[in-house]
Nanobody, 123 residues
Framework: QVQLVESGGGLVQAGGSLRLSCAAS????????MGWFRQAPGKEREFVAA????????YYADSAKGRFTISRDNAKNTVYLQMNSLKPEDTAVYYC????????????????WGQGTQVTVSS
């Protein structure tokens, strides 16, 4: 069982940066690959990035490549999403999730979800 709590969202101007954090509870955190998803109003949830349990493999959606970086610290049971060069179209609720699949790029691949954190990018 894994419980996830996101933080770090907020309001930022276009071109700015934010770092999201996802704190996990559960002694088996390091066994799971972790992913970030987002959902904008009126749109479907979309995959953003994923990282394997060891941190050695990462996978990004095209929209995130070159701007976002996913990382994890298994000693702190935390996964991060560093978001740079933010655009208004990045505005969404961002969710972290845990999976035993790799790479998990759809929501159906993930067994555990956080409650989400709002990211708003103003133009």
């Amino acid at each position: 069982q894994v419980q996830l709590v996101e933080s770090g969202g907020g309001l930022v101007q276009a071109g700015g940066s934010l770092r999201l954090s996802c704190a996990a509870s559960g002694r088996t955190f390091s066994s799971y690959a972790m992913g970030w998803f987002r959902q904008a109003p009126g749109k479907e949830r979309e995959f953003v990035a994923a990282i394997r349990w060891s941190g050695g493999s990462r996978y990004y959606a095209d929209s995130a490549k070159g701007r976002f970086t996913i990382s994890r610290d298994n000693a702190k049971n935390t996964v991060y999403l560093q978001m740079n060069s933010l655009k208004p179209e990045d505005t969404a609720v961002y969710y972290c999730a845990a999976t035993l699949k790799w790479p998990g790029v759809t929501g159906y691949d993930y067994a555990y979800w956080g409650q989400g954190t709002q990211v708003t990018v103003s133009s």
